[in-house]
């Protein structure tokens, strides 16, 4: 087996290790992730990336690995990956261990699920790991998080995929680590929430001639949300969430009804 393992907090991150390092059981793992921190970089595509791919060698728990650094957000990672790196396609592919919690209608915006959704969308299995953490390591690369449980379901869920084929309209599997979780912790199949789990906030700055960038904080408290949501089973239940996505965006709505509805609404 061949998986293609990438991450979008950049080549060194210890979560990326703690996937490596989990998956190589199962076969040959090819880590090529963004040369930068790429967090926030959804599926995006820049064409101001400058493609160059480094060919490095890490030592990881005294063992060398060959990895991959490439000048671009993770799904330009995932793409020279498939397209330039590896040899053969991928039996799948694997983005992770994130630093912070994917949830709710927010995942777009993440580059571990963006990574994801880019090699679904070239025809691969995936993953989407992230394991929940205070916001304090969201950037870091701090070694005080243990990615011990992360690693286990990562390997868990790759395992089973590489197994038995996901069945139809099921393109990637997003899953969702608490932050206290075991091997043991139970897991359960959820939806996304379907309200914002972070807010934006405004920069603080007095003038817009100065430099200013977005932050975020909490939304809605986590009970409040659907209790078979993603947000619910990490932040209420502590359970491992495992959300099936599909690169269908198409409303769920019927679609007859719709354009009927929208030929007869006078302007």
């Known amino acids: 087996m061949h998986i293609l393992l990438t991450n979008d907090d950049g080549i060194r991150s210890p979560g990326l290790w703690a996937a490596a390092e989990a998956l190589s059981p199962l076969g040959w793992v090819t880590v090529v992730a963004p040369r930068e921190q790429s967090s926030g970089a959804g599926r995006s595509l820049p064409p101001a990336s400058d493609g160059v ?43 992770g261990i994130n630093y912070g ?48 449980a992360a690693a286990h379901f990562t390997r868990l869920f790759a395992e089973k995929v590489l197994r038995t084929p996901l069945p139809e309209d099921v393109y990637v599997l997003k899953i969702d680590v608490p932050w206290r979780a075991t091997p043991e912790t139970a897991w359960h199949i959820t939806r996304l929430a379907r309200k914002r789990y972070y807010r934006p906030t405004r920069p603080s700055r007095t003038d817009w001639r100065q430099p200013g960038t977005m932050g975020y904080a909490p939304g809605d408290p986590p009970e409040t949300f659907d209790p078979h949501s993603d947000v619910y089973a990490v932040r209420v239940a502590k359970i491992v969430s495992v959300t099936p996505l599909s690169l269908d965006l198409t409303s769920r709505v019927d679609l007859d009804d719709l354009e009927r509805l929208l030929k007869e609404t006078t302007p």
Do not use: C
């Open 53 to 95: 791919i480094t060919e490095e060698t890490l030592v990881v728990h005294g063992k060398p690995w060959k990895v991959y650094a490439v000048g671009g957000t993770p799904a330009q990672a995932v793409q020279h990956g498939v397209l330039e790196v590896m040899s053969q396609p991928p039996d799948l592919v694997v983005a």
């Open 101 to 148: 919690e994917n949830l709710a209608t927010g995942v777009t915006i993440s580059g571990t699920v963006g990574a994801a959704l880019e090699g679904a969308a070239l025809g691969f299995p995936a993953l989407a790991v992230s394991l929940e953490t205070p916001k304090d390591y969201h950037l870091s690369y701090s070694r005080e998080v243990d990615f011990s």
